[in-house]
């Protein structure tokens, strides 16, 4: 079946700039994080979905970072007044929580590049 | 605080050589510890999961052990292939702490 989808793969963006990132989960997964992968940093996390609970944002570096799940499915990740410090490849994962195990399946990221 | 330490960043082994690598974390006390492949470009993938009450796990040539005791994983590729060369990564917890990784070359 499809697995997870990112748009965009790659997206350059000008200091100052808001940008939004969409991440399409596995059909039926509860389960939805975003993470963050920096050169020599490594993955951190972000924000969580869990079906309809409020999300957990104990992630998310600043105030300029959000993201929302529309009707338990897609998410957007958006970031305003970027930074060049928000320079990453950001992941987003699904799981299906209600399955034992909770692996997570990935997709293959959007490359944010902010000059 | 939390931490996870991968043994080393990088390893080179032979084909056909068993690469093992170290997983060790502090300050956690997880139900279960987690394996991922990532190659360049790509996404984590997903493959192995032990639980605490699980002292070993297999799947075709990986074998991953985990030791609560220790605080630590072993994960283990037998008779490595060239198409085993990627990053590995450790990770615990739901929303997933990750290691840094290691990355292993197969040299044919």
């Known amino acids: 079946g499809a697995g997870v989808s990112q748009s965009p793969s790659n997206k350059v963006t000008e200091k100052g700039k808001d940008v939004e990132l969409r991440c399409d989960p596995i059909?039926?997964?509860?389960?939805l994080y975003w993470y963050r992968q920096s050169l020599g940093q490594g993955l951190e996390f972000l924000i969580y979905f869990q079906g309809n609970s409020a999300p957990d944002k104990s992630g998310l570096p600043s105030d300029r970072f959000s993201a929302e799940r529309t009707g338990g499915s897609v998410s957007t990740l958006t970031i305003q007044r970027t930074q060049q410090e928000d320079s990453a490849v950001y992941l987003c994962?699904?799981?299906?929580?209600?399955?034992?195990?909770?692996?997570?399946?990935f997709g293959p990221g959007t490359r944010l590049t902010v000059t | 605080s939390q931490k996870i330490e991968q043994n080393s960043e990088a390893l080179n082994i032979q084909e056909g050589k068993t690469a093992t690598l170290t997983c060790n974390y502090t300050n956690y006390s997880p139900a279960y510890l987690q394996w991922y492949r990532q190659d360049p470009g790509r996404g984590p993938v997903f493959l192995l999961l032990?639980?605490?009450?699980?002292k070993e796990k297999r799947k075709e040539r990986l074998k991953v052990t985990f030791d609560t005791t220790l605080k630590q994983s072993l994960f283990h590729i037998t008779a490595s292939q060239p198409a085993d060369s990627a990053t590995y990564l450790c990770?615990?917890?739901?929303?997933?702490?990750f290691g840094a990784g290691t990355t292993v070359t197969v040299r044919a």
């Open positions: 994962a699904s799981s299906d929580r209600d399955r034992e195990g909770y692996e997570q399946y």
């Open positions: 059909s039926g997964h509860t389960a």
């Open positions: 990770a615990l917890g739901g929303k997933l702490s």
């Open positions: 032990i639980r605490e009450n699980e």
